[in-house]
């Protein structure tokens, strides 16, 4: 087990790596209020390769800690600008799944024979409920659950999509019948559901890792989605980089809220970039492309 450090040795020991504190204080204050660990995804592109491809302890030249902090305030502005996105794209499905399934039965999501029934079949739809009973019964739910429990024993669709997490919603998406899927794909521009079904799964990963604090400029999506070939533009950015996805976001907003300049707060961070003096990073890390402003998906 590593051995525990104070402030004052946690900076010694990134000195003694090759790493300039040009700003002592406030490397200090860094330390206290984000700590080394947090703060350490941010200077690990930083570190020297070994020969043998591995990663060094040691900095490369012109490395300071000022700059890994920087990186680190561009990320956080980054995951608000998601959260701000994700939520009216998450609370727009609610209110599609809820609106066009409901219209079947009030406890629609309760009803495994109007799902598709390869996932009633294969086990998933019941490890979906299981899911969802768990959201009903957790410590510091709501006080509308019990009410309509107490009321009608079951919670309407309208009310149970309020409680379920991107995934859990997601989950239920996927499992609906095809022709809701297309309606609610549809309107929003997608052409069928099997897209909408990888953003949001895409969307659900970006949503966590935004809302628990993790790095998002540089990381990999492990639920990649696909974009259709006529979306010409997304189509030329990676599957497995974070543009891609604000790329998607801003999408959704155009046919969602097409007045948000949400496009324009994204546009301007992006700008900020704080690239360091030695070139360490760069936002090309994210997955940007070149001329990527005069798309017009960033137009309007």
């Known amino acids: 087990m590593k051995a525990w450090k104070s402030i004052d ?7 003694s790596r090759g790493m300039a504190i040009s700003e002592p204080v406030r490397a200090k204050k860094a330390l206290e209020r984000f700590g080394y660990y947090r703060l350490s995804g941010y200077w690990y592109p930083f ?32 995951r608000l600008l998601a959260l701000d996105a994700l939520e009216r794209i998450e609370l ?8 066009h399934f409901g219209r079947r039965d009030a406890c629609a999501h309760l009803r495994p024979d109007l799902l598709q029934q390869k996932f009633v079949n294969n086990g998933r739809y019941a490890k979906w409920e299981e899911r969802y009973r768990g959201f009903e019964t957790r410590r ?10 107490k009321a009608y024993g079951e919670l309407p669709i309208w009310v149970a999509v309020q409680i379920l997490d991107f995934g859990a919603l997601s ?21 069928n559901g099997k897209f909408l079904i990888q953003w949001m799964r895409s969307f659900s990963q970006v949503r966590n890792a935004s809302a628990h604090h993790e790095r998002l400029w540089n990381s990999h ?4 989605a ?32 097409p007045q948000s300049q949400w496009h324009i707060r994204l546009r301007d961070h992006l700008h900020s970039f704080p690239t360091p003096s030695n070139g360490a990073v760069s936002l090309q890390d994210m997955g940007v492309l070149d001329g990527w402003e005069d798309w017009n998906l960033w137009k309007g």
Do not use: W
Not at 140 to 149: A, L
Not at 171 to 191: R, T
Not at 221 to 224: L, N, Y
């Open 92 to 99: 727009a499905l609610q209110v599609d799944v809820a609106y």
């Open 140 to 149: 510091g739910r709501p006080k509308f659950i019990d009410h309509n429990k």
């Open 171 to 191: 989950h239920l998406f996927e499992m609906l019948p095809m022709n809701i899927q297309m309606k609610i794909a549809g309107k929003y521009g997608i052409p």
């Open 9 to 15: 040795e946690q900076l010694a020991l990134l000195k």
């Open 221 to 224: 999506i492990k639920d990649r």
């Open 226 to 257: 696909g974009v259709p070939p006529q979306f010409i533009e997304i189509a030329q950015t990676s599957d497995a980089e974070i543009f891609r996805y604000f790329c998607l976001m801003r999408f959704f907003l155009k046919q969602l809220c």
């Open 47 to 78: 570190k020297q390769a070994n020969d043998d491809g591995t990663i060094s302890d040691q900095f490369i030249a012109d490395t300071h800690m000022s700059e890994a902090v920087d990186l680190y305030v561009f990320d956080k502005k980054l």
